[in-house]
C-alpha cells in the first residue's frame, strides 16, 4: 500500500477543509483582537500616554498573530488551488486594500513617536485606525460575497474567467456582513483592553465592548435573516464522489431560496455553531457586567468561533459558489490538490501546528501583564522604541 492512501481521498478533502476553517478561525481570534484594538484607538484613549498604553497591549504579539494569516493563505494555495485562483485575481482590489490597511499598522507603530508633536501623533492613531477597520469591514464583505456567490465561470480547459468588478463586491448585504465584522473584532478588542488595561481606558473599553457585543448581536439576526430571504443557496443535484477528480464542471447544481439554511434540517447539531454566535456575544454582555475580564475575552472567541463556523457549515460542501455558472461552482469534493499533495501538507501540518500553538502559548504567557499608567517610558510599546 502507497503511504498516502492510509487516509482516503474523500477524508482528506473534508481534514483539509476543516482546518482551512480552524487557520480562519484562529486567524480571526488571534489577529482580530489586534485589529479591534485599532480601531478603538483614537476613542478609548484620550490623552497621548492614555494611547500610548493602548498600543501596549497589543505592542508584544500582534507580529506574531498575523501568521494565523499567513498559514491560511498558503493553506488556501496549496490545498485548494482553484478557490486562490479564483479569490485572490477575482477580488485582487479588495485583497490589495487589506495587505495596504495591514502594512499601515507597522509602519503607525514605528512612526508614532518620531516627533513630539501632538497633530503628528493623532495623524498615526487615525492611520491605525486605519489599518484596524478596513480589514475587519474587507474580510466581511468578502464573506457575504462569497455566501451571495461569486461571479466567475469556467471554461472547457477549466481555465478562470473573472466577470466582476471591485464596486459590485459592495453589495448591500455583503456590506451588512462587512459591519458585523467590524463590531464582532471591535469587541474582542474591547474585551481585550478590558482584560490588559487599567484605569479610564479599561472602563471605556468596557463601555465600547458593551456596544459591539449587542451590535454584535443584532447584526448577526439581520444578516441571518436576509440570508434566509435574500440569498439563494447552493445544491448538488448530481452524484457525489468524494474521491472524484478536481473537475468543479463534472457535476450540477441548483439554487433555491433560503438554501443555505438546508444543512441545518438534515444535520440539527450544525445549529449549535449559530447559537454559539449568539451566546458568546451574550456571556460578553454578562461577563463586562460581572466583571470576569478573562471570561469576556474567552467569551468573545466563542462568539466569533460559532459566527464564522457557521459560514462553512451553511454552504458545505461548497466553499466558492459562481454566479454566472453554478456548475462550475467550488465544493470540497472537486477543487482540492492531489491526494498525494493533501497527504503530505497534513503529514507536515501535524508537526508543526502544534509547535506555532506551543511557542505562541509559551509568549503570551510570558508577556502576560496589565499596561499600566506609570511613566511614559513604560507606556512606550517595544515597536515605538529606537
Not at 480552524?22 to 484613549?45: E, Q, S
Not at 455566501?147 to 466582476?164: E, H, M, W
Not at 431560496?257 to 454559539?276: E, K
Not at 460581572?290 to 459560514?311: M, N, Y
Amino acid at each position: 500500500m502507497i503511504l498516502h492512501e492510509i487516509i482516503d481521498y474523500g477524508t482528506l478533502r473534508v481534514i483539509w477543509w476543516l482546518l482551512l476553517g480552524v487557520l480562519l478561525i484562529g486567524f480571526a481570534v488571534m489577529d482580530g483582537f489586534d485589529l479591534g484594538v485599532g480601531m478603538l484607538l483614537p476613542f478609548a484613549g484620550k490623552t497621548d500616554l492614555e494611547r500610548r498604553i493602548v498600543i501596549n497591549t497589543i505592542g508584544p504579539v500582534w507580529e506574531g498573530n498575523q501568521v494565523w494569516l499567513i498559514l491560511g493563505g498558503g493553506a488556501i494555495f496549496a490545498a485548494w488551488p482553484p478557490l486562490y485562483a479564483v479569490s485572490f485575481s477575482g477580488f485582487y482590489l479588495a485583497m490589495f486594500a487589506i495587505l495596504a490597511a495591514l502594512i499601515l499598522r507597522p509602519v503607525g507603530f514605528k512612526y508614532r513617536s518620531k516627533r513630539e508633536s501632538a497633530r503628528w501623533r493623532k495623524n498615526w492613531d487615525w492611520v491605525l485606525f486605519v489599518g484596524g477597520f478596513v480589514p475587519a469591514l474587507i474580510f466581511g464583505v468578502a464573506v457575504g460575497n462569497v455566501l451571495q456567490g461569486v461571479p466567475f465561470r469556467l471554461g472547457s480547459d477549466l481555465r478562470i474567467f473573472y466577470d466582476g468588478t471591485f464596486f459590485g463586491l459592495l453589495n448591500p448585504f455583503a456590506l451588512l456582513c462587512g459591519l458585523l465584522s467590524v463590531a464582532m473584532l471591535a469587541m474582542h478588542g474591547a474585551n481585550w483592553l478590558v482584560l490588559k488595561s487599567s484605569g479610564p481606558v479599561a472602563a471605556r473599553a468596557r463601555s465600547f465592548a458593551r456596544i459591539a457585543a449587542l451590535a454584535t448581536i443584532g447584526l448577526y439576526a439581520l444578516g441571518g435573516l436576509g440570508l434566509w430571504l435574500l440569498v439563494d443557496g447552493y445544491r448538488i443535484t448530481s452524484v457525489i464522489d468524494p474521491s472524484g477528480p478536481s473537475n468543479p464542471l463534472a457535476k450540477t447544481v441548483e439554487t433555491s431560496a433560503g438554501g443555505w439554511f438546508a444543512n441545518y434540517a438534515t444535520h440539527p447539531w450544525m445549529l449549535l455553531a449559530p447559537a454559539l454566535g449568539f451566546v458568546g456575544a451574550l456571556l460578553v454582555l454578562w461577563g463586562l457586567r460581572s466583571g470576569r475580564e478573562i471570561g469576556t475575552l474567552l467569551f468573545s472567541k466563542l462568539s466569533i468561533f460559532g459566527i464564522i463556523s457557521s459560514v462553512g457549515l451553511s454552504m458545505f460542501p461548497f466553499i466558492l459558489p459562481s454566479t454566472v455558472q453554478p456548475e462550475a461552482s467550488l465544493t470540497v469534493w472537486d477543487a482540492s490538490s492531489s491526494h498525494l499533495t493533501l497527504f503530505i501538507m497534513l503529514f507536515v501540518t501535524v508537526i508543526f501546528l502544534p509547535l506555532i500553538a506551543a511557542y505562541t502559548a509559551w509568549a503570551y504567557k510570558l508577556l502576560w501583564a496589565r499596561s499600566r499608567k506609570t511613566t511614559s517610558q513604560a507606556a512606550v510599546t517595544p515597536t515605538e522604541r529606537e
